[in-house]
């Protein structure tokens, strides 16, 4: 048989709409605009309700939401998508090179997979809307086995972290989220359907 | 700006030679072919000693090694682009799906991404060479904080593990990974080349 030898993802045309003209001043403003594509998101049936953003002085450098439905792809989580992308445009696997400082919003704190590929990523700061079991709850999602002290390990790696911020509103797309799935409307893409794990 | 839509990872056409005919009967002789990859593709300076396979029946779904350098995504490690690779071809981001069962054999236990990227991608095996501090110690990678009962998470999740295959022989490559790290000859690519953190 012939081997595959390529993979990629595509961010769908939404996201640029979207993002235009967003607001970014403030940690709350760049969470409003995750907070927005997390909803769309499942809305348009590309992934869970997730986004992440890279950022750098104000300046968007990459969008990304999840896409593992889209891609066919279960690592693309918007973590993934958004650090991928930006080291696309940037030209390395390092966004962190050169002294650049780079940050990483996301709606929740990262998944098992997504707190490694953050932690490799180079950005020098991390925010999250929140933490704690009621994503889990509310989506269905299994987040993975993480270490207590997840914070602080970034903070020995030279990422700060910031959270709590619009939290209540995240969770407000995990409420409309989990309604969805409830109604049978979306894929929760656990493989096998497992569901959360008692951890 | 115009933002990012896209990025892909293109395996070297090395591989292909070195997969061509291998024997796939026994997890020793999978775990030969991971340590061949492996060797050769910090030879070849694609990326770090790391290479992985998804087997499913003695077939071989995919091959990859870790592709940080050569595509400039750090989140391309060995075990996402093995696991990439087969989900393209199967067309599912579920490699369990349908009561498949396929398998992912790869030269260390995974770091904390890949860690996650397996538990997320439908595998229902793995099997790693080993799994210890002697992967940080000889090759200067940091494997990110991991719980203590990784391969336990692992099966509460359906996945059963199969540790210490060709142990001796991985370790080995590292040992050769790591002279030609002292040798000044090769990147290790932890961003900001911060090393190994105690955790």
Redesign the interface.
């Known amino acids: 048989?012939t081997?595959?030898?390529?993979?990629?993802?595509?961010?769908p045309d939404w996201?640029?709409d979207e993002?235009a003209g967003a607001d970014l001043s403030t940690d709350e403003a760049k969470m409003a605009l995750v907070n927005r594509l997390a909803r769309r998101n499942f809305m348009e049936k590309t992934g869970g309700p997730f986004a992440a953003l890279v950022v750098s002085g104000g300046?968007?450098i990459?969008?990304g939401v999840n896409l593992?439905?889209a891609?066919?792809?279960?690592?693309s989580h918007a973590e993934?998508?958004a650090?991928?992308?930006?080291?696309?445009?940037v030209?390395?696997?390092?966004?962190?090179a050169n002294g650049a400082k780079r940050e990483l919003i996301v709606n929740w704190r990262p998944?098992?997979?997504?707190?490694?590929?953050t932690?490799?990523?180079?950005v020098t700061r991390l925010v999250v809307a929140g933490d704690g079991p009621e994503l889990e709850q509310l989506t269905k999602f299994?987040e993975?086995?993480?270490?207590a002290?997840?914070a602080a390990?970034f903070e020995?790696?030279?990422i700060s972290v910031t959270q709590n911020v619009l939290r209540e509103e995240a969770l407000d797309v995990y409420r409309a989220y989990g309604s969805f799935v409830e109604s049978g409307d979306v894929t929760v893409?656990?493989?096998?359907d497992?569901g959360p794990?008692e951890?």
């Open positions: 048989m081997l595959p030898t390529q993979y990629g993802v595509t961010l996201v640029a993002v300046e968007l990459s969008a593992v439905l891609s066919g792809l279960s690592s993934v998508v650090l991928s992308l930006a080291q696309t445009a030209g390395s696997w390092d966004l962190g998944c098992v997979q997504c707190y490694g590929a932690m490799w990523s180079g299994d993975g086995p993480m270490v002290d997840w390990q020995a790696r030279g893409y656990n493989a096998r497992s794990i951890k």
